[in-house]
């Protein structure tokens, strides 16, 4: 069955940076494109970034310049590479593939100093 599983979330100081991973197993990973969400506390949940399968990225306003979306298909895994992080980007990070409506457990990203 498909499965998504996140990584490398944590606490980290305002500007700092971090780089999330999601690794996919139950499909054929090169043929799909995939996306980041996140959801902070008391908020809906929202699109970060996406890659489609020929590496066509999209980012939301908020994270544009800052955050960049990227995939190795050679080990079945999307990245979230974060830089110049606000305590707004505080959130349960999300791996989501829109072919199979399936979502990670997600991964706590907290910018605090």
């Known amino acids: 069955q498909v499965q998504l599983v996140e990584s490398g979330g944590g606490l980290v100081q305002p500007g700092g940076s971090l780089r999330l991973s999601c690794t996919a197993s139950?499909?054929?990973?090169?043929?799909?494109?995939l996306s980041w969400f996140r959801q902070a506390p008391g908020k809906q949940r929202e699109l970060v970034a996406e890659?489609?399968?020929?590496?066509?990225?999209n980012y939301s306003d908020s994270v544009k310049g800052r955050f960049t979306i990227s995939r190795d298909n050679a080990k079945n895994t999307v990245y979230l590479q974060m830089n110049s992080l606000k305590p707004e980007d505080t959130a349960v990070y999300y791996c989501?593939?829109?072919?199979?409506?399936?979502w990670g457990q997600g991964t706590q990203v907290t910018v605090s100093s």
């Open positions: 139950g499909f054929t990973f090169n043929m799909y494109g």
């Open positions: 989501y593939i829109p072919r199979y409506l399936s």
């Open positions: 890659i489609s399968s020929s590496r066509v990225t």
